[in-house]
């Protein structure tokens, strides 16, 4: 099933910039039931179904919610080759029944 892309607000006044382009992705405990994205973000930039033990998201099960953004390998969200070369931002909120709803901020380089 494809998500639904939705188009995203950019505030007046407010440049292309790394915090401009974003994915939303939501996590349950086996695997990701829906992401969105921005349309403008290159078909590549695919989160991945598992959640990644090493991303801030996995870490937030049982505890509370990330206050800010935090900077990771974008290896950790996304599949593609040399994924390893980029990094993101990632902040993520706990749901109700055990879902964490992440946010995160690519870098210009993901816009197509």
Do not use: Y
Not at 11 to 17: F, R, Y
Not at 38 to 45: E, K, S, V
Not at 85 to 90: G, I, K, L, P, T
């Amino acid at each position: 099933m494809q998500p639904a892309t939705k188009h995203l607000p950019r505030p007046a006044n407010s440049p292309a910039s790394f915090s401009q382009v974003l994915v939303i992705v939501c996590h349950n405990k086996t695997r990701r039931p829906w992401f969105e994205r921005a349309p403008m973000i290159q078909p590549w930039w695919f989160p991945s179904d598992a959640l990644d033990r090493h991303s801030f998201a996995a870490d937030i099960n049982g505890a509370s919610e990330q206050n800010f953004p935090r900077k990771i390998g974008a290896d950790a969200w996304f599949q593609f080759r040399n994924s390893d070369r980029f990094e993101v931002q990632e902040q993520s909120f706990l749901l109700p029944d055990d879902e964490v709803l992440t946010v995160l901020t690519l870098p210009e380089e993901a816009v197509g």
